[in-house]
């Protein structure tokens, strides 16, 4: 069964850092595209960045050199290291995942969702 939860968030000061975690179940793991999404209250859910199952690396300009995807192949997980946190940050971040051959930050190509871990950043 496809599964992927969330874990890590909470609150912080902006300029802290936050690790979020994303366990996947084996079959999911093995997905082609793996990636990070995130929804503020009252605005649209937007890509946070993709990892794929190569390696290849993308993230969203808005978040571009404060954030960092990885993956941890012996414990099926998927990292998103939070640091420079900005009062502009607080979501719900979620992860997902596709296996269809390209890998974009298009959330309708996700198939798999977690339930979502939320980020709050206070001044």
């Known amino acids: 069964q496809e599964q992927l939860v969330e874990s890590g968030g909470g609150s912080v000061q902006a300029g802290g850092s936050l690790r979020l975690s994303c366990a996947a179940s084996?079959?999911?793991?093995?997905?082609?595209?793996m990636a990070w999404f995130r929804q503020a209250p009252g605005k649209e859910r937007e890509g946070v960045g993709f990892?794929?199952?190569?390696?290849?690396?993308r993230y969203a300009q808005s978040i571009q050199g404060r954030f960092t995807i990885s993956k941890d192949n012996a414990k099926n997980t998927l990292y998103l290291e939070m640091n420079s946190l900005k009062l502009e940050d607080p979501a719900t971040y979620y992860c997902?995942?596709?296996?269809?051959?390209?890998?974009?930050?298009?959330?309708?190509?996700?198939?798999?969702w977690g339930p979502g871990s939320q980020v709050s950043v206070s001044s």
């Open positions: 997902a995942d596709h296996d269809k051959a390209v890998c974009q930050l298009r959330q309708e190509l996700f198939t798999t």
């Open positions: 990892i794929t199952s190569v390696g290849t690396i």
């Open positions: 084996e079959y999911t793991y093995s997905s082609n595209c």
